[in-house]
């Protein structure tokens, strides 16, 4: 069943989630993320709000399907992005988010998730920009690995844990 | 605020002042029981002045103790109908269910070479049987149908001259689902092989009558049913048909040869005990359970859309529901309610993220095994406790659904099950 002690900071992410919502995807200078899949057990769905002029995110919002981990992941992904450049977000890496959140290696997937879906929000907002994509078109989700390969994870992991737990239903 | 429920805020752990109720509730029964006062209160002398060892015979400490292990055996044996000198006592069920499977399997390998299990048996089984099949044995693992039971007719097909073996649970762990044993016995007999059963869930919360379910051999334990932990039992005939396993602990002899080890006297005690007041209480219990049950399930589905039961509508333990909440995952569920003690069929490793075994058996779709709690109800769980759950639940399902992007999907019209997702994993 696989609920690990989480850190105060996960908890209050996932208790109190910043940005939950979600923006009108027709709007030019929306950029829509989701990754993951229902049968992955995590789908997320990341927005941000981007002044053109600036290249400046000034709001964002998620939704999230999925574990605490993964909305903790998302709720602090989009409290980081606000006010920064594209530029500098773009830059955000899972294992960022997976320190700040201090997940537990069996949840490192989760930090994946958020910095791609944040990666797939940027690149949306500039496919609109470039016209490569109308707003409010249909979208698709990103592709994103369910799980991580074991050993990736473990590299992720480090010395700490392994990516694997006893999880079972007596 | 009243001075008791302020204490009782005080002394719980993420209390509610709600005087009737008190947190956190434990609906997790099927994971493990308390021990019953009634149960640790015959367990404590034997621990205490009574200490003795039941192997030993030439002084009255020992006497003390095999005269209390022979009570057990009383006790335990009249709540599943077997013969006293068939109950084994083991650490378990788990070391039940691999002296069953690995010690007939090598004891009757001129019989033949050939075990049939099926695709829901508790890891305990399916574990042991792929260890088998790793050993050389054959191995049949059937499947379940989408109310999660096996039927007579498969078992009936899938033996063969070279079977030995059959073994399907009564009662499902994470569904409650109870399988059609006694016809499965019939077959069994018919066909002249032996049939072990995995009663672990099922002792106390149906009756069971090993000679007219046409049970060779049994495994239970002593923790689900509110008697001590490490201690369990291996029923084995001794006679129509007579199966004696083959030991998969050596060293001294005692359980007629097939459990070696000084004997776990308290605990057996307790498990003695456990069984006794099971029996007793059991024609209350049962329909009291079942109420609560089906008072949780219809207040968690009439108040909520598309949340679906998950396994037979009645062939199932009267204290135990799986339901699936679409839309929202299973460990975020219970991050919400977390006043409350369940369990989920969701995944939680992130190298596979495979959720659970059992539902993907019965055709449930990955997605809402994601989205699956089990609720699992006991002797002290209370109607209050029932009616705040239901409450905690429903508005934890409703807040999270407002942050589930599949969620807002459905209600804008569009059928995620028709979404490209462009991941899936391999079970």
Not at chain 2, 95 to 110: H, P, Q, T
Not at chain 2, 248 to 266: A, D, F, K
Not at chain 2, 349 to 364: D, E, F, I
């Amino acid at each position: 069943m696989g609920m690990p002690e989480y850190s105060k900071k996960l908890l209050d992410h996932f208790e109190n989630p910043r940005n939950v919502g979600s923006f009108p995807d027709d709007e030019p200078n929306v950029g829509t993320g989701i990754v993951g899949s229902p049968a992955c057990g995590d789908v997320m769905q990341v927005q941000i709000k981007v002044d053109p002029e600036t290249d400046t995110i000034i709001d964002a919002k998620f939704k999230t399907f999925g574990c605490g981990s993964a909305v903790a992941s998302s709720s602090l992904v989009t409290e980081w992005v606000k006010g920064k450049k594209l530029d500098e977000v773009v830059q955000i890496k899972n294992i960022d988010i997976a320190k700040e959140l201090e997940l537990p290696p069996v949840k490192i997937h989760c930090s994946v998730l958020g910095s791609d879906a944040l990666r797939e929000a940027v690149e949306d907002y500039r496919k609109k920009q470039s016209g490569e994509r109308t707003p409010g078109e249909k979208m698709e989700p990103a592709p994103a690995s369910c799980g991580i390969g074991p050993g990736e994870c473990d590299e992720m992991a480090g010395e700490e844990g392994k990516c694997e737990d006893e999880c079972r239903i007596d | 605020m009243s001075l008791p429920c302020f204490l009782t805020m005080v002394m719980m752990y993420n209390a509610k002042c709600d005087m009737t109720v008190k947190t956190p509730i434990y609906l997790d029964h099927n994971a493990t029981t308390p021990v019953d006062p009634r149960v640790l209160e015959a367990m404590l002398p034997y621990y205490r002045e009574k200490f003795g060892n039941a192997a030993s015979r030439s002084h009255p400490y020992g006497w003390i103790a095999a005269d209390a292990v022979d009570k057990a055996r009383e006790q335990v044996a009249a709540i599943i109908g077997a013969e006293t000198k068939d109950i084994v006592f083991t650490s378990g069920a788990s070391e039940s269910d691999n002296i069953a499977l690995k010690g007939v399997m090598e004891k009757y390998k001129s019989k033949g070479n050939h075990l049939i299990t099926a695709a829901t048996e508790h890891k305990a089984v399916i574990d042991t049987a792929d260890y088998l099949a790793k050993a050389g044995y054959a191995v049949t693992i059937l499947d379940v149908d989408h109310n999660g039971q096996v039927h007579p007719d498969q078992v009936d097909a899938a033996i063969t001259d070279d079977t030995v073996l059959v073994s399907i649970m009564l009662a499902n762990n994470e569904t409650g689902v109870l399988h059609p044993v006694k016809e499965i016995g019939e077959v069994c007999e018919k066909r002249g092989v032996f049939f072990h059963c995995d009663a672990t869930q099922a002792v106390g919360k149906v009756p069971i009558d090993v000679k007219e379910m046409g049970i060779h051999l049994l495994a239970m334990s002593g923790h689900k049913i509110y008697g001590p932990k490490g201690v369990g039992v291996l029923y084995a005939r001794s006679r129509n048909p007579r199966v004696r396993p083959e030991a998969v602990i050596h060293g001294g002899g005692h359980e007629q040869g097939m459990r070696s080890g000084t004997l776990n006297v308290p605990g057996i005690v307790g498990l003695g005990e456990a069984c006794e007041l099971c029996m007793k209480e059991m024609d209350e219990e049962i329909p009291r359970l079942g109420k609560l049950r089906d008072k949780l399930e219809k207040g968690i589905l009439d108040g909520l859309d598309e949340v679906y039961v998950n396994g037979h509508p009645t062939d199932r333990l009267p204290s135990t529901t799986n339901i699936s909440f679409k839309y929202v995952e299973g460990e975020s569920i219970m991050m919400m309610i977390k006043d409350i003690a369940v369990s989920s069929g969701s995944a939680c490793t992130s190298a596979s993220l495979a959720p659970s075994y059992v539902l993907h058996a019965m055709g449930v779709p990955d997605f809402l095994a994601h989205a699956s709690l089990r609720f699992s109800l006991g002797r002290f769980t209370t109607e209050e406790e029932i009616d705040y759950t239901i409450e905690r639940v429903k508005k934890a399902i409703v807040r999270l659904r407002e942050m589930s992007p599949l969620f807002e999907m459905a209600q804008k019209g569009i059928d995620i099950d028709k979404i490209q997702w462009k991941q899936e994993h391999a079970h």
